[in-house]
């Protein structure tokens, strides 16, 4: 399967080499022929579960912490307007 790597790069707004793509192609393929293998795998008569280990409701406390500022927040934009992340329409009218 050919994966087309820069293609999900750009999507995910990141940058790659030329070897960096060739890296994670071949990561994404292995990965993609490992969830082929389970798929193949006979679950008849399994219950379905959405988790193992019997936990239930583990939380933490909500407590506020000091967080960026906004000038920190918007630091490594690339597109800004009057103080907030400026992104393309996607909702249409």
């Not at 070897?19 to 993609?32: G, N, P, R, S, V």
């Not at 909500?62 to 992104?87: I, R, W, Y």
């Amino acid at each position: 399967m050919k994966i087309n790597v820069f293609h999900v790069a750009k999507l995910a707004n990141l940058p790659l080499t030329e070897e960096e793509k060739k890296k994670f192609e071949k990561q994404l393929a292995e990965t993609l022929d490992y969830v082929a293998q389970l798929e193949e795998i006979d679950t008849k008569g399994v219950e379905p579960t959405s988790q193992v280990t019997g936990l239930e409701n583990v939380t933490r406390e909500d407590v506020a912490k000091p967080s960026f500022s906004q000038e920190e927040a918007l630091s490594n934009t690339k597109s800004k307007h009057n103080g907030f992340f400026k992104v393309k329409a996607i909702l249409e009218v």
